[in-house]
């Protein structure tokens, strides 16, 4: 069986987290810049509908006393990447769909009454996090999310939790989910399945395999069987990046160097963090500074330049160091900075790594990492830092 674990309203149930006094209220959380709405508690959502134009709803905002929140993505990772941990405890095969949603597969626990098991889930969360989520488990991915709209819908009857766990469960679940509703089924196919009097996911699977599979390639086949109940969607590990890269653009535009170098160095320990958790080390590194472009009264630059280091490493102390000595060869006085960002390439798994006759990273580095990146899952992200950062 698969669940599909969604945090309501995440983004509105984190601001929340951090201030329970917003409890009961109407929420909103605006875009980058301010620009739409992008998250909002049940509360909000009788006023305002999700993408609205901020400045255009100004009037309603105050109208319905709508609290309005700036996005504090930093704040949202952290508290997914909590979340997420505390899923893992429960299963080992986990996988991370997005900032708010997971899917988990419960394998050997078919004498398990997974209802009352997501209900723990569900606790659990909620107690160390303060964060709702739904869950809807069943036999294929694609089910596990037509339950977890049902979960959602129905919260009162259903306490967050739904198992497809019957053909008549099953089949009454995709009778009520319209075909639009389906993951996978875009609008565009959902126009084209209407137009032959396909209105709901039951209609979709008693098309024939071959129609399916010559209309809407291999893809549209693979969905029709999983909401058939036949596992076609394994759960994806992550792969091995061949670059990695954090790259950032500044609440305001930066001019003192100083506030540059923390700004990279923090990005190259994140991207030296990844290349921990994939057991990889880099070759080589590139940062870049860039001005607001947009901004016409101010003068223009932007330029990047890759180091190659001298030995492979996934190291915070090594790889910041020779980013900031990057910076230093491309930065130039004047100019109003709006983004920089650091990449990593020529990345090779760890145990594979070239050593070099005369240079070789300090051995104590991997121990250092290490217990660095034990207390950060402990005490929460990035509690221990680089004193340039």
């Known amino acids: 069986m698969y669940a599909l674990i969604d945090c309501n309203n995440f983004y509105a149930s984190c601001e929340r987290a951090f201030n329970p006094k917003l409890v009961g209220k109407p929420i909103a959380i605006l875009s980058n810049n301010d620009g739409c709405v992008i998250s909002r508690s049940n509360e909000a959502k009788l006023h305002v509908p999700m993408g609205a134009v901020a400045f255009k709803y100004k009037e309603v905002f105050k109208a319905h006393k709508i609290k309005v ?6 704040l949202y990772g952290d508290m997914s990447n909590r979340v997420m941990r505390i899923l893992a405890t429960y299963t080992p095969d986990i996988e991370v769909y997005s900032i708010d949603e997971a899917f988990l597969q419960f394998k050997g626990y078919e004498n398990w009454d997974l209802e009352q098991y997501g209900l723990e889930i569900i606790d659990s969360v909620k107690q160390l996090t303060q964060i709702p989520i739904s869950i809807g488990i069943a036999p294929t991915k694609a089910l596990s999310k037509v339950a977890n709209k049902i979960a959602k819908k129905f919260a009162e009857r259903t306490s967050g939790v739904y198992v497809l766990d019957t053909e008549d469960k099953i089949k009454k679940a995709l009778k009520w989910t319209k075909i639009e509703d389906v993951w996978g089924i875009g609008r565009a ?18 098309l024939p395999d071959d129609y399916v599979r010559k209309e809407f390639s291999v893809v549209g086949l693979r969905l029709k069987h999983e909401l058939e109940g036949k ?3 394994q759960l994806e590990q992550p792969e091995h990046k061949k670059n990695i890269a954090t790259t950032r653009s500044f609440a305001s535009t930066v001019t003192d160097i100083d506030i540059l170098k ?3 160095s923090t990005f190259a320990s994140s991207c030296a963090e990844k290349l921990r958790q994939q057991k990889s080390c880099c070759n080589t590194l590139m940062v870049f500074v860039r001005t607001n472009k947009f901004a016409k009264n101010q003068s223009q630059y932007g330029r990047n330049i890759s180091l190659k280091l001298p030995y492979a ?16 060869l491309i930065y130039k006085e004047g100019f109003h900075y709006k983004k920089a960002g650091v990449i990593l390439m020529d990345i090779v798994p760890e145990h594979a790594i070239q050593q070099n006759l ?14 660095m990146d034990k207390i950060n899952k402990r005490l929460g992200h990035k509690k221990l830092k680089l004193a340039q950062q």
């Open 69 to 74: 929140f700036s996005s504090n993505y930093p």
């Open 189 to 206: 196919i959902s126009k084209r399945l209407k137009v032959i009097k396909v209105n709901t996911a039951l209609d979709f699977i008693q």
């Open 231 to 233: 596992v076609r969607l």
């Open 262 to 264: 923390e700004r990279v």
């Open 313 to 328: 490493s996934q190291s915070d102390i090594t790889i910041s160091k020779y980013a900031l000595k990057a910076l230093h």
């Open 358 to 371: 005369f240079f070789n990273e300090n051995p104590k580095h991997f121990s250092l990492m290490k217990a």
